[in-house]
């Protein structure tokens, strides 16, 4: 577990005046850089998209995004092309490397034919390569990990790691639950009652996305809507609140939290969202007239929850230090169904578009830049730097170095190591292990259209 925040600062004071005696001494300090550097924060918002939250900017919607983009760098980051599934992108994030070099090649692993068949959620042991937590890490710098896609079983790592099945504890028993959806242990039973299950969530929660002066009212949310909206608002709750009350107290150096709702909802009600790809209603399909007058309802729905997203934003970010560094990003974009199936939209991958949002904000990161061409490979590279790590040849992104203020470029230069290596599984996982929420993952997959 982290160290206080009063024992961190009396050991960055040590550290400091360690290199200034080194610097006195007339010796050029070769140790890593900036141990005096708050914290650094890195949220991510799966599937956010630049033509949703540019206007909402305009109109002053998101006013947290909206601050650390006038204060910081931001821009489109590039997906991996062609369209992978966020598991396979936010891995790539978390270790610079290409889905054949890491490891997790979808959201499962198919095995065997007819009867024999079976698909199992990609699990942890899979991962061919380390993440920027485990260097940054392993440098003795504490991190905290929330919720990262394909991090079950939660592995040891240099703080905690509460890996993403949290939302699903109930569905393990005690000791499995201490053993495998958390790191150490014990957090397990610690952060229990904060999960919000989906089922708990209330009539008066939905009301606050959907259009309560329209004729259907919340009726526009029968059926797998109503899953959808209530998946997405407990997963981002329990996510929220887990963080504040693991990172409040006893902060890491380096914090992730990883929050999935905007894509879940963007899957299903951007088709009310986007007059372009709702069909013409016809009094001879009743599909397109149901369609019609749900959209009455939840027209706003996709950009409610982009305002609940910005306001976990701000949650998350008042328990931080005014020096922390905050980094945002989105796997992928997103647009609309495109193709009309049987009255319904096309969901799944093919509802991804490849420019997603980075937004980096912090006392080393300059004023207003625009960063331009910056790739789902770059994450990586960028936070190893900024937490004073070497970057790892064998990377093929870079540093997005024209986001940092030119004291900040010369107190963390970029530094190589040949690899940073398999990681802490050692690569040698060949298949998924399988857990007891499977079925559950599984059904969720098919709803959102990622698997058959
Ligand atoms: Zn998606």
Redesign the pocket.
Same mark, same amino acid.
């Given at each position: 577990m982290a160290r206080t925040r009063h024992v961190k600062a009396s050991i960055a004071a040590t550290l400091l005046l360690a290199t200034v005696l080194l610097v006195v001494g007339g010796c050029q300090s070769a140790s890593p850089p900036a141990a005096e550097d708050g914290p650094i924060v890195v949220l991510g918002i %799966?599937?956010a998209e630049w033509s949703v939250i540019r206007p909402m900017l305009e109109r002053g919607e998101l006013p947290n995004l909206a601050s650390l983009i006038e204060r910081g760098a931001s821009g489109p980051l590039r997906s991996l092309d062609p369209r992978q599934g966020?598991p396979v992108i936010w891995t790539t994030i978390a270790t610079g490397k290409p889905p054949e070099e890491h490891g997790i090649s979808g959201f499962v692993k198919e095995k065997g034919a007819a009867a024999e068949f079976h698909n199992t959620p990609f699990s942890s042991n899979m991962w061919r390569a380390s993440a920027f937590w485990d260097v940054i890490g392993g440098a003795g710098r504490e991190v905290g990990i929330i919720g990262w896609l394909v991090t079950w079983p939660a592995w040891e790592v240099n703080g905690f790691m509460v890996s993403q099945y949290v939302q699903r504890l109930s569905g393990f028993t005690g000791e499995e639950a201490g053993g495998s959806v958390t790191f150490p242990a014990g957090l397990a039973e610690r952060i229990a009652p904060l999960v919000r299950e989906s089922g708990s969530v209330t009539a008066e929660e939905m009301a606050g996305f959907v259009n309560m002066e329209s004729e259907l009212g919340l009726r526009s949310l029968e059926g797998q809507n109503e899953e959808a909206l209530r998946r997405a608002f407990s997963g981002d709750e329990t996510a929220v609140t887990v963080a504040l009350s693991l990172l409040a107290d006893e902060m890491p150096d380096l914090s992730c939290v990883y929050i999935r709702g905007v %894509?879940e909802v963007s +899957?299903r009600f951007w088709v009310y969202m986007d007059p372009e790809t709702r069909p013409p209603v016809d009094l001879s399909k009743p599909a397109t007239v149901l369609l019609s007058r749900q959209t009455e309802a939840l027209v706003d729905l996709v950009r409610e929850y982009y305002r609940y997203a910005d306001a976990n934003v701000g949650r998350i970010l008042e328990i931080f230090p005014e020096d922390a560094t905050v980094l945002v990003c989105s796997d992928h974009g997103f647009r609309g169904p495109g193709v009309w199936g049987e009255g319904r939209p096309h969901m799944g991958?093919g509802? +991804?578009s490849l420019d997603g949002v980075a937004i980096l904000a912090g006392p080393g990161i300059a004023r207003g830049v625009e960063l331009q061409g910056a790739t789902v490979y770059d994450i990586a590279p960028t936070l190893l730097t900024m937490a004073g790590s070497a970057v790892a040849k064998d990377m093929p992104g870079r540093v997005l170095e024209e986001a940092f203020t030119t004291s900040f470029a010369r107190s963390h230069r970029v530094r190589y190591v040949e690899t940073h290596g398999a990681g802490p599984h050692g690569g040698d996982g060949d298949e998924p292990i399988e857990s007891p929420v499977d079925d559950e993952v599984r059904e969720q997959l098919r709803s959102?259209g990622y698997i058959e």
């Amino acid at each position: 577990m982290a160290r206080t925040r009063h024992v961190k600062a009396s050991i960055a004071a040590t550290l400091l005046l360690a290199t200034v005696l080194l610097v006195v001494g007339g010796c050029q300090s070769a140790s890593p850089p900036a141990a005096e550097d708050g914290p650094i924060v890195v949220l991510g918002i %799966d599937g956010a998209e630049w033509s949703v939250i540019r206007p909402m900017l305009e109109r002053g919607e998101l006013p947290n995004l909206a601050s650390l983009i006038e204060r910081g760098a931001s821009g489109p980051l590039r997906s991996l092309d062609p369209r992978q599934g966020s598991p396979v992108i936010w891995t790539t994030i978390a270790t610079g490397k290409p889905p054949e070099e890491h490891g997790i090649s979808g959201f499962v692993k198919e095995k065997g034919a007819a009867a024999e068949f079976h698909n199992t959620p990609f699990s942890s042991n899979m991962w061919r390569a380390s993440a920027f937590w485990d260097v940054i890490g392993g440098a003795g710098r504490e991190v905290g990990i929330i919720g990262w896609l394909v991090t079950w079983p939660a592995w040891e790592v240099n703080g905690f790691m509460v890996s993403q099945y949290v939302q699903r504890l109930s569905g393990f028993t005690g000791e499995e639950a201490g053993g495998s959806v958390t790191f150490p242990a014990g957090l397990a039973e610690r952060i229990a009652p904060l999960v919000r299950e989906s089922g708990s969530v209330t009539a008066e929660e939905m009301a606050g996305f959907v259009n309560m002066e329209s004729e259907l009212g919340l009726r526009s949310l029968e059926g797998q809507n109503e899953e959808a909206l209530r998946r997405a608002f407990s997963g981002d709750e329990t996510a929220v609140t887990v963080a504040l009350s693991l990172l409040a107290d006893e902060m890491p150096d380096l914090s992730c939290v990883y929050i999935r709702g905007v %894509d879940e909802v963007s +899957h299903r009600f951007w088709v009310y969202m986007d007059p372009e790809t709702r069909p013409p209603v016809d009094l001879s399909k009743p599909a397109t007239v149901l369609l019609s007058r749900q959209t009455e309802a939840l027209v706003d729905l996709v950009r409610e929850y982009y305002r609940y997203a910005d306001a976990n934003v701000g949650r998350i970010l008042e328990i931080f230090p005014e020096d922390a560094t905050v980094l945002v990003c989105s796997d992928h974009g997103f647009r609309g169904p495109g193709v009309w199936g049987e009255g319904r939209p096309h969901m799944g991958i093919g509802q +991804h578009s490849l420019d997603g949002v980075a937004i980096l904000a912090g006392p080393g990161i300059a004023r207003g830049v625009e960063l331009q061409g910056a790739t789902v490979y770059d994450i990586a590279p960028t936070l190893l730097t900024m937490a004073g790590s070497a970057v790892a040849k064998d990377m093929p992104g870079r540093v997005l170095e024209e986001a940092f203020t030119t004291s900040f470029a010369r107190s963390h230069r970029v530094r190589y190591v040949e690899t940073h290596g398999a990681g802490p599984h050692g690569g040698d996982g060949d298949e998924p292990i399988e857990s007891p929420v499977d079925d559950e993952v599984r059904e969720q997959l098919r709803s959102l259209g990622y698997i058959e």
